[in-house]
């Protein structure tokens, strides 16, 4: 028996280098793999952001795809995932403009374009081995020969190529539509860099003047200075006999037009029944004043300041509306204050209150219908007319591509189904910058200058169209590679439920435009990481652990384990430092019950023992080993890891430790060799298959004992069969 088990485990010692063993052997390639492996399973690591660092909810991320991908690995797959990193443009951005404007006291716009870039390049090449380090701690099994980044040379010319492709095809347009703005970061931002905070707020209940027939009701009365409407709904026997008039009222010294319209989007039984359009500054009322051909006026900035004419100009919005209130007051028009709570739009990387604006920018067209020249998609037949619109609801509607949990398919119809123009251009530097050229009147849309005299867009791209083609430019397209007819579509995606509609959607969207097919054929969501308290993991309750730290305390498979055990697809799990401090102690029992077989069966083991002289309890052993094996394998398939884990759990603690193990003590000790023989050769079976089905759960112990195995049928665990045993 190996010395190193008459110590307990030691964690620490031994991950890096258990982590290189795996990195040198090659397998983490799928072309390494050893033997014939005609079935694939691919999937695509979410990429994080490249400066980011590992945090609860990323390190679950990772801990499910490796079990996956392990788990597929062993049983014969030619198993590939891909690892990257996403630029995150606008929070990579806006640390080195502060890092510069605390250092230099300089502004972006002091150093310019080039210079600012260079800065971000440089920042990102000192961090991003941060991010990477600790994908590797966390024990991922990743192909690091295919590693990509959303900005490196090969996604650069997938992105460029993919712009002017649906740009040709008439589904990127540049027009004038309410965006989210940032007014602190003075960017666009998309709907998944939003972060609602529940605040407290005031509902006022108004009417525009004394003579104005309907009181209305609204949280932003400083908005109503760009009113050009009141809509109520057909049915509602109130207000019928206004719907078609016209009033015009002075209200907050702003004249304004305002016409009564009828529309069905008005919910009757909220507040007095009655909206206040305000075109220019939300998305609902920019729809309706559409549909009625209704003015928009603008009337707050990119800085968030009223640009109307009065008491209001100039006024931050949050001034502005102290004014109006009190306007309301003194001309006797307020007819109720009541506090209310209220989901506020902020800005996910500067803490800025999204403003709607009206803004002439780049957009993809999920209505308009072109011919889609190739498909694979149930449903949509190559040659045919179809909309994004249509490829995202046949995707799922025609079973090409499933949800392990059914409400999330609930959440992606209603969303795609109501999905706006895709606002794709962002008032940053750092990104893929728009192939879009300018010369007076005339526009080129090409990668490179026209010539002398063309200005090309300042704009880059949302990030989330580069990260949208995700799945089939880390494959290589649009070149026709190998890598990409072997592994598109991608057997499974796995990611936070939180993320569904932004990223999941439109990777749906563009792999259905570009390629006719989905991206990947089945969705696992999983929840939210909460505290052992159950409580969202927060800094202001200041209740975060981090995953790295925890390793390096207790051991990344106690971390590991810790993750998934109790969670189900789709549902919150807890975490805490007792927790993971109990599956320490797990890794520690496997430990000691190796220790216990191998100073059992030392010397005995290389020579099988034919059913034929092995005891009944032993081959009933055997057969509940391969039960286990069996009911493992079953969970794994079905996506319950959770449940996998914890039969595992009970199995070697309580069976194999508990019982197996003591009611062998006296046998070995027994002078009955034949039954001594036998159930030495029982243990050393259990144990190695017990390794196997651990492995994708706690790679570092099950290693770290496999290569101290006097007999085993793999040099790495990592590729070994994952079977019943014998």
Known sequence: MHDKFLKPYDPQSTEKAIYKLWEDSGYFNPDNLPGE????????????????????????????????????????????????????????????????????????????????????????????????????????????????????????????????????????????????????????????????????????????????????????????????????????????????????????????????????????????????????????????????????????????????????????????????????????????????????????????????????????????AFTIPHSEITGIASGSSVTLKDIMRQSVAGGDTHFLVERFEKTYTHWADNLRDWCISRQIWFGHRIPVWYKGDDIKVQVESPGEGWEQDPDVLDTWFSSGLWTFTTLGWPEKTEDLKRFHPTTIIESGYDILPFWIARMIMLSGFFLGQVPFKTIYLHGLIRDGQGRKISKSLGNNIDPVDMGAKYGTDAVRLSLIMGMAPGTDSRISEEKIRGYKNFANKIWNITRFILENTEGVIGTDVPVSQKTPADIAHLDACNKITAQVTEYIEKHRIDLAGDALYHYIWHELADNILEESKPILNGDDEKAKLSRQHTLYTILTASLKMLHPFMPFVTEEIWQSLPHKDTDVLMVAQWSNVR
């Open 37 to 368: 492996r005609n079935e694939t399973f691919s999937i695509v690591l979410p990429p994080p952001n490249v400066t980011g660092t590992l945090h609860m909810g990323s390190a679950l991320m990772l801990v499910i795809e490796d079990i996956f991908v392990r788990y597929n690995r062993m049983q014969g797959k030619k198993t590939l995932w891909i690892p990257g990193t996403d630029s995150a443009a606008i929070a990579t951005q806006s640390k080195v403009e502060k890092e510069i404007l605390k250092k230099e006291k300089k502004s972006r716009h002091d150093l310019g374009r080039e210079e600012l870039l260079k800065r971000i390049d440089t920042f990102v090449e000192e961090n991003k081995s941060t991010i990477l380090s600790q994908i590797r701690s966390i024990g991922a099994s990743v192909d690091w020969s295919r590693y990509a980044y959303t900005m490196d040379e090969p996604r650069y010319s997938a992105v460029m190529t993919a712009f002017i492709a649906m740009y040709n095809a008439g589904l990127i347009y540049r027009g004038n539509r309410i965006v989210n703005w940032d007014p602190k970061g003075q960017t666009t931002i998309s709907d998944d860099e939003i972060v609602y905070e529940e605040r407290k707020a005031h509902l006022y209940t108004f009417r525009y003047s004394k003579d104005f027939p309907i009181p209305i009701s609204t949280t932003r009365p400083e908005t109503k200075v760009g009113d050009t409407a009141v809509a109520v709904h057909p049915e509602d026997e109130r207000y019928k006999q206004y719907v078609g008039k016209e009033f015009d009222v002075v209200f907050c010294d702003v004249p304004l037009h305002i016409t009564v319209v009828a529309d069905k989007s008005v919910d009757k039984d909220f507040g007095t029944g009655a909206l206040g359009v305000t075109p220019a500054h939300s998305h609902i009322d920019w729809d309706i004043a559409k549909r009625h051909n209704l003015s928009r006026p603008q009337v707050i900035n990119e800085y968030a300041k009223m640009m109307v004419e009065g008491r209001l100009k100039g006024l931050k919005t949050a001034e502005a509306r102290e004014k109006v209130v009190a306007w309301l007051t003194e001309e006797g028009l307020l007819e109720k204050d009541e506090e209310v709570s209220q989901n506020i739009s902020t800005a996910e990387r500067t803490g800025g209150i999204v403003e709607p604006l009206p803004k002439l920018q780049w957009f993809i067209d999920v209505n308009k």
